[in-house]
């Protein structure tokens, strides 16, 4: 249950959400203040070009009346385009003679951008037209619209179509990275008739971002893949050897009057869910029905507001199981789609994640401190409203601000996670064409805490960091970022900001540290730089990259941090290949090398690590990976929970990953790793066959197993006594382990519109310690058995968990925009028979034997534009 709400509580949440509104206003106008009047920029030109006049050139007509979307070029408009035809071939070979012909228009008017695509092809029955779900890239012949509308070369939409009328949609930023999250309202029409096939568009403007001009100049690039022939074009050449694609379109002139619709987009939703509950007399069902809304508006035509209220996930797939005997936290992906929308925009720097979308909304983090073994635990914290700020200002700055408040969760009168208030603002700001670029990226955290809560939790959080980059020389980059932290809280052995000096990121009390614990501390500042060097075209390609982060620097607030107190540099090489050569399509290689220390300066890892890919000219394609660990005298800080230092044993591992050519109905793939270790006490080896069938052109499966046996010479098992004391007993063992796992999908799709999607996936682990010692007084040692020394301890429990994950979607867009899914989903969890034996027959049984908790869940939204 819920318990009541302080008014204390609502005011202080309240200032916050104002401050986190607030905010962006505030950079927007510190943004706008210093550049130039709004106006389209010229764009830079295209990589490897002399001056921008050298950008291939395309022009769009004005329609008189808007074309009929039917896949036909018989509307008059498509008469007076000018036809768009040097497709020229990017893979497998770069600046290649097509195989056929490809023919483009692009037209418009005050509502829509227009394109028609005439893919010529003389076997029209070979044409390779797949059924799949939309933003699923299904294999067969496909053809993509990238609109670069701010015309920056760096940003840019995609729309692609397959022969089936299959649609999938990208936001694209950083010149490369693409979001499939993104998810745009329009239309196409999709035809096979005796000359090949066509693709016709219609664009919205609304779902656009473009200033307000008087004539835009758009950046354009038509892309078309021959299934059967396993070929790429496009228009105009994209050279695989030159890094992103953004960069590489032409230019779309003709664009004159275009307006700037009004963006107002609201799509309100009901919820009804029925689900298990555990009450002493046994379990019960619960009936929920919730509703919410969310809204998508157009502030300009180049700034856009998404909000939430009462957002429900239901419909999103579990995260799969996984077994975590280490000290870093595990990485779980986002799967929500208001979060994974346009998250790029936050991502700092190469390796610094200081946003971390799974934190808002997060499973309460003091659960474990309820004691009724009947009491229910919210699975995650309520998201009471959430709002999301981002494009684009004058002078080329790019913006983005969220801010998100999750309510109080408590059982009884207990606070399992207090109420909290997240914000994040992001500005960046292009240079010289987009040559340059200069970012700032500020978080924020307030939590209400209460005297309970607030010996466990910090009570605010901000953390800001500033990064930039530059070209040299067209082929070259450099990048910095600097980022600071500042959490606070409460004082004292048992106080927050002690806690967080001893958690698993930091080990401030570790013996051998050299850091200073101090439990009356109310604060802990930390700071992080990244610093890296590389050569960004042609087939050759290098690279030297630093991280530091200092020991009190803290970002799991909001961020993703597995450790502090760490530098880290790697010097890589890379060869890719741009055309087939003797018997491979695509191949590439790379060797790198990489250093880890301490903040202080103590060596704590090393390796060495090659590796090999190959697409045969048969389509099938193979990888090799091998590296090796510990070459040099290195210490783990993390290995023993607190403990001192532990010097690491070399290891030598090898990765092999095997798979047929996508393109077939049946697509057997095998993955195998195989690691050894500690001089041959610890090893590991894992296979992953796979197979992946499509039994017709709408019904897919796949099917695969995992089998993992680990034998572990040096793992962690407890500590004795109190860390620091000369008493201190920091006990490991030999862990043997046995996992097992099954992934199973069903894809059905009845229309590009309806699919029925199953998952399931029931996974154990069984394990069992023996061979118990304690680490020595020279943990440090050389030799191995010299780090260990026998210990009075006995009797650790060994552990064998089972978890059953699966759920059945129905998704239904029954107008553009509007969608109502059915979902069932079970899950089942056992680990009280048999710990620390493995027997995979028994072990099933008993996992579907234990009781299954369902849940159906039926979702409705309605898309509502203005």
């Known amino acids: 249950?819920?318990?009541?709400?302080?008014?204390?509580?609502?005011?202080?949440?309240?200032?916050?959400?104002?401050?986190?509104?607030?905010?962006?206003?505030?950079?927007?106008?510190?943004?706008?203040?210093?550049?130039?009047?709004?106006?389209?920029?010229?764009?830079?030109?295209?990589?490897?070009?002399?001056?921008?006049?050298?950008?291939?050139?395309?022009?769009?007509?004005?329609?008189?009346?808007?074309?009929?979307?039917?896949?036909?070029?018989?509307?008059?408009?498509?008469?007076?385009?000018?036809?768009?035809?040097?497709?020229?071939?990017?893979?497998?070979?770069?600046?290649?003679?097509?195989?056929?012909?490809?023919?483009?228009?692009?037209?418009?008017?005050?509502?829509?951008?227009?394109?028609?695509?005439?893919?010529?092809?003389?076997?029209?029955?070979?044409?390779?037209?797949?059924?799949?779900?939309?933003?699923?890239?299904?294999?067969?012949?496909?053809?993509?619209?990238?609109?670069?509308?701010?015309?920056?070369?760096?940003?840019?939409?995609?729309?692609?179509?397959?022969?089936?009328?299959?649609?999938?949609?990208?936001?694209?930023?950083?010149?490369?990275?693409?979001?499939a999250s993104w998810d745009a309202v329009w239309d196409v029409a999709t035809r096979i008739d005796s000359l090949g096939w066509t693709a016709e568009f219609a664009i919205p403007l609304s779902q656009l971002r473009y200033p307000r001009a008087d004539a835009h100049t758009f950046g354009l690039q038509v892309a078309r893949d021959i299934g059967r022939l396993n070929e790429r074009i496009a228009w105009p050449l994209y050279r695989r050897s030159v890094r992103g694609f953004v960069s590489q379109a032409g230019d779309l002139t003709g664009l004159v009057g275009l307006g700037s619709p009004r963006r107002l987009e609201v799509t309100p939703y009901a919820v009804t869910r029925n689900g298990a509950r555990a009450t002493p007399g046994g379990f019960g069902r619960?009936?929920?029905?919730?509703?919410?809304?969310?809204?998508?508006?157009?502030?300009?035509?180049?700034?856009?507001?998404?909000?939430?209220?009462?957002?429900?996930?239901?419909?999103?797939?579990?995260?799969?199981?996984?077994?975590?005997?280490?000290?870093?936290?595990?990485?779980?992906?986002?799967?929500?789609?208001?979060?994974?929308?346009?998250?790029?925009?936050?991502?700092?720097?190469?390796?610094?994640?200081?946003?971390?979308?799974?934190?808002?909304?997060?499973?309460?983090?003091?659960?474990?401190?309820?004691?009724?073994?009947?009491?229910?635990?919210?699975?995650?914290?309520?998201?009471?409203?959430?709002?999301?700020?981002?494009?684009?200002?004058?002078?080329?700055?790019?913006?983005?601000?969220?801010?998100?408040?999750?309510?109080?969760?408590?059982?009884?009168?207990?606070?399992?996670?207090?109420?909290?208030?997240?914000?994040?603002?992001?500005?960046?700001?292009?240079?010289?064409?987009?040559?340059?670029?200069?970012?700032?990226?500020?978080?924020?955290?307030?939590?209400?805490?209460?005297?309970?809560?607030?010996?466990?939790?910090?009570?605010?959080?901000?953390?800001?960091?500033?990064?930039?980059?530059?070209?040299?020389?067209?082929?070259?980059?450099?990048?910095?970022?600097?980022?600071?932290?500042?959490?606070?809280?409460?004082?004292?052995?048992?106080?927050?900001?002690?806690?967080?000096?001893?958690?698993?990121?930091?080990?401030?009390?570790?013996?051998?540290?050299?850091?200073?614990?101090?439990?009356?501390?109310?604060?802990?500042?930390g700071v992080s730089t990244e610093l890296r060097a590389e050569k960004v075209e042609g087939t050759f390609r290098y690279a030297a990259r630093y991280l530091y982060q200092g020991a009190g620097f803290e970002t799991n607030d909001l961020g993703y941090l597995q450790r502090a107190d760490w530098q880290w540099g790697v010097l890589e090489a890379s060869y890719r290949s741009t055309r087939p050569r003797a018997f491979w399509r695509t191949t590439s290689a790379y060797l790198n090398q990489w250093l880890e220390y301490t903040a202080a300066g103590i060596p704590n890892s090393n390796s060495l690590e090659s590796g090999w890919n190959v697409q045969l000219l048969s389509g099938r394609t193979a990888s090799v990976n091998a590296w090796a660990t510990q070459l040099f005298p290195s210490y783990c800080d993390r290995c023993a929970f607190g403990g001192p230092a532990v010097r690491r044993s070399p290891t030598a591992n090898v990765l092999v990953n095997l798979a047929e050519d996508s393109r077939k109905s049946v697509v057997p793939a095998f993955a195998a790793i195989y690691t050894t270790a500690d001089d041959g006490r610890s090893s590991r080896w894992r296979v992953r066959p796979y197979v992946m069938v499509r039994s017709r052109s709408d019904l897919s499966w796949e099917l695969g197993t995992r089998y993992e046996r680990t034998r572990n010479n040096t793992q962690y098992v407890t500590t004795r006594g109190r860390i620091g004391a000369d008493t201190t007993h920091y006990v490991f063992a030999h862990l043997d382990q046995h996992l097992l796992s099954f992934t199973a999908r069903l894809n059905y799709t009845m229309s590009p519109r309806l699919s029925l999607q199953l998952y399931a996936e029931p996974f154990v682990a069984a394990g069992t310690f023996f061979a118990l010692r304690e680490l020595s007084d020279t943990p440090r040692a050389a030799a191995y058995d010299d780090r260990f020394r026998p210990t009075t301890l006995s009797g650790v429990p060994g552990f064998n968990a089972k978890q059953f994950r699966s759920n059945a979607v129905v998704r239904w867009e029954y107008r553009p925009g509007s969608t109502l899914y059915v979902v069932w989903q079970q899950a089942r969890d056992q680990s009280e028979l048999d710990p620390g034996s493995f027997e995979a027959a028994r072990d099933y049984r008993n996992l579907f034997g234990a009781r299954p908790d369902n849940t159906v869940l039926i979702k409705g939204s309605y898309w509502l534009s203005f």
Not at 470 to 476: D, F, G, I, L
């Open 286 to 525: 619960r009936q929920d029905v919730t509703g919410g809304a969310d809204l998508k508006y157009g502030i300009t035509s180049n700034l856009t507001l998404d909000a939430t209220v009462n957002p429900d996930f239901g419909q999103v797939e579990a995260d799969p199981a996984q077994i975590n005997l280490t000290a870093f936290e595990t990485f779980l992906p986002e799967r929500r789609p208001f979060f994974l929308e346009g998250t790029g925009m936050f991502g700092f720097g190469d390796f610094s994640q200081l946003f971390y979308s799974r934190r808002i909304g997060r499973s309460p983090q003091l659960g474990g401190l309820v004691a009724d073994p009947y009491a229910h635990v919210p699975g995650s914290s309520t998201i009471l409203g959430a709002a999301k700020l981002t494009g684009r200002v004058a002078g080329g700055t790019s913006l983005g601000a969220l801010g998100a408040v999750t309510g109080r969760e408590s059982v009884g009168t207990l606070t399992v996670e207090p109420r909290t208030a997240y914000g994040v603002v992001r500005l960046r700001r292009d240079f010289a064409g987009g040559q340059r670029d200069l970012g700032v990226l500020v978080t924020a955290v307030s939590r209400d805490v209460d005297s309970l809560t607030a010996t466990f939790l910090r009570r605010r959080a901000v953390v800001a960091g500033v990064d930039g980059r530059t070209r040299v020389a067209q082929k070259y980059e450099l990048g910095a970022q600097l980022a600071a932290s500042r959490v606070t809280g409460t004082p004292g052995l048992n106080g927050s900001i002690a806690r967080t000096q001893r958690s698993g990121v930091h080990y401030y009390h570790r013996p051998d540290a050299g850091l200073e614990y101090d439990t009356t501390r109310t604060s802990l500042v």
């Open 1 to 179: 249950m819920r318990g009541a709400e302080r008014p204390g509580v609502k005011r202080a949440a309240g200032h916050f959400v104002k401050a986190v509104v607030a905010m962006p206003a505030t950079v927007l106008a510190l943004a706008t203040a210093a550049a130039p009047a709004e106006s389209q920029q010229p764009a830079p030109s295209r990589p490897g070009a002399a001056a921008t006049a050298d950008v291939p050139t395309a022009r769009a007509v004005r329609a008189d009346a808007p074309p009929a979307i039917d896949g036909r070029d018989t509307d008059a408009v498509w008469a007076t385009a000018p036809a768009i035809t040097a497709f020229r071939v990017f893979d497998p070979s770069e600046d290649g003679d097509p195989s056929m012909p490809t023919e483009a228009r692009v037209a418009y008017d005050d509502r829509h951008l227009y394109v028609f695509v005439r893919m010529f092809d003389p076997r029209p029955d070979s044409i390779v037209s797949l059924l799949g779900r939309r933003d699923v890239k299904v294999p067969g012949d496909h053809v993509k619209i990238v609109i670069d509308s701010y015309h920056d070369r760096r940003t840019a939409f995609e729309f692609a179509v397959n022969p089936a009328g299959v649609k999938r949609d990208y936001s694209v930023y950083d010149d490369v990275v693409e979001d």
